[in-house]
């Protein structure tokens, strides 16, 4: 990952890139992630850290990773191109994606850590796998190992 609070200047050059190539949708993902930044820079009067701004590049890609089973179900290719296209530019910003064995492997020790025993206990493993795990994974891959290991 990059040094402390380094994301925001890394968004502008490569806006600036962006801009230059004429790489429309590269320019239209980081101008959307920046003016997050800036809306709840805004409405909370703080300056956001890289781990904050992370975050906000993961919703985004979650949402759009949402909306792509629609666009398969009416089969839009040219939507569905575009999104994935958007999900792969956001996913620069993100850290390296655990594979579901990594996953697993957390979600393990969490449950070890946490003495839990059932589904009873799903809360408190989900809260403390997705502090550990963080922008690493989506919560729904989180909630799917929390589920299988615990049932």
């Not at 806006?15 to 101008?31: A, E, F, G, H, Y």
């Not at 781990?51 to 890609?61: G, V």
Request: charged residues 40%.
């Amino acid at each position: 990952m990059l040094g402390e609070d380094m994301l925001k200047e890394k968004l502008l050059e490569d806006l600036k890139n962006s801009m230059k190539d004429k790489n429309i949708t590269r320019k239209n993902v980081i101008q959307m992630v920046r003016a997050a930044i800036l809306q709840v820079e805004k409405d909370k009067r703080i300056t956001l850290e890289d781990d904050q701004i992370i975050d906000i590049i993961a919703k985004e890609s979650k949402k759009r990773k949402d909306s792509l089973g629609d666009y398969e179900k009416s089969g839009r290719e040219d939507l569905i191109n575009e999104i994935k296209e958007e999900i792969e530019i956001l996913a620069e910003y993100l850290p390296k994606q655990l594979s579901i064995e990594e996953v697993e492997a957390i979600v393990k020790d969490v449950i070890a850590t946490e003495n839990a025993t059932s589904m009873k206990d799903m809360g408190k493993v989900m809260k403390a796998a997705k502090e550990k795990i963080g922008a690493a994974s989506d919560g729904k891959t989180i909630n799917e190992v929390v589920k299988k290991l615990l049932s």
